[in-house]
């Protein structure tokens, strides 16, 4: 049984950093991409990065770029976010998803499997 578990969720200052993390288990990742996703109520969900397991590439959402990072411990099966700068616009449910494409896709529907989220509010 497949598995994505996010953790590190939590309540922040403006300002402040979170570094999220995602725990894959259930079958072999090595050749898919994973990457992170959020939701805020009422709006839709929202790409942020992707990697993949194998040669590390990533490709980062154009407004997110220099403020998020994804990378993966391959041994720990586990891929992380790290979030600066956060603003209260970041409040949102944060979700890990992993696609089988090659292709660091960017769609929610590209992407196979999900995580159950985890919770970021970012106060001002």
């Known amino acids: 049984q497949v598995q994505l578990i996010e953790s590190g969720g939590g309540l922040v200052q403006a300002g402040g950093s979170l570094k999220l993390s995602c725990a894959a288990s259930?079958?072999?990742?090595?050749?898919?991409?994973m990457g992170w996703f959020r939701q805020a109520p009422g709006s839709e969900r929202e790409f942020l990065a992707a990697?993949?397991?194998?040669?590390?590439?990533?490709f980062h959402a154009p407004s997110m770029e220099g403020r998020f990072t994804i990378s993966r411990d391959n041994a720990k099966n586990t891929v992380y976010l790290q979030m600066n700068s956060l603003k209260p616009d970041d409040t949102a449910v944060y979700y890990c998803?992993?696609?089988?494409?090659?292709?660091?896709?960017?769609?929610?529907?590209?992407?196979?499997?999900w995580g159950q989220g985890t919770q970021v509010i970012v106060s001002s």
């Open positions: 990697i993949r397991w194998s040669g590390g590439s990533t």
């Open positions: 259930g079958r072999t990742f090595s050749d898919y991409t």
């Open positions: 998803a992993a696609s089988a494409l090659v292709t660091l896709p960017r769609y929610w529907y590209d992407y196979d499997y």
